[in-house]
């Protein structure tokens, strides 16, 4: 996924239609995740360390949101580790775009806090 963070500073308009190929390799990506990390707290805690690069693809429409939504579901020791500044970079983004994703992801994490 590091390597792909190159090609999202395009549009993700522009990386679906000119670049199919990435753009569903990123989505299948993501759907690994998500699915490699339902009810599987080894695999959550093996991919814990991609959250600050899965936040900053959230807004992509690459699955990105559904994988970290899976992560932390029902995973408190996960969320009591997770540094202040992530929820503060995600206050900044609710601010910044208006995303009803992030008032969903926040709404899952503080339903399990």
């Not at 753009?23 to 991919?47: A, D, P, W």
């Not at 959230?58 to 540094?83: C, H, Q, V, W």
């Amino acid at each position: 996924i590091r390597v792909l963070t190159v090609t999202l500073r395009m549009p993700m308009k522009v990386v679906k239609e000119r670049m199919p190929g990435v753009y569903k390799l990123l989505r299948f990506s993501y759907l690994l995740i998500e699915k490699g990390c339902k009810g599987n707290i080894l695999s959550k805690k093996t991919v814990i360390s991609l959250v600050p690069l899965m936040r900053s693809h959230m807004l992509f429409g690459i699955g990105a949101y559904f994988a970290m939504r899976t992560i932390f579901e029902d995973s408190k020791e996960l969320l009591e580790n997770l540094p202040k500044e992530t929820f503060g970079q995600s206050a900044t983004l609710l601010t910044k775009d208006r995303a009803p994703r992030i008032i969903e992801f926040l709404t899952v994490v503080c339903r399990i806090t």
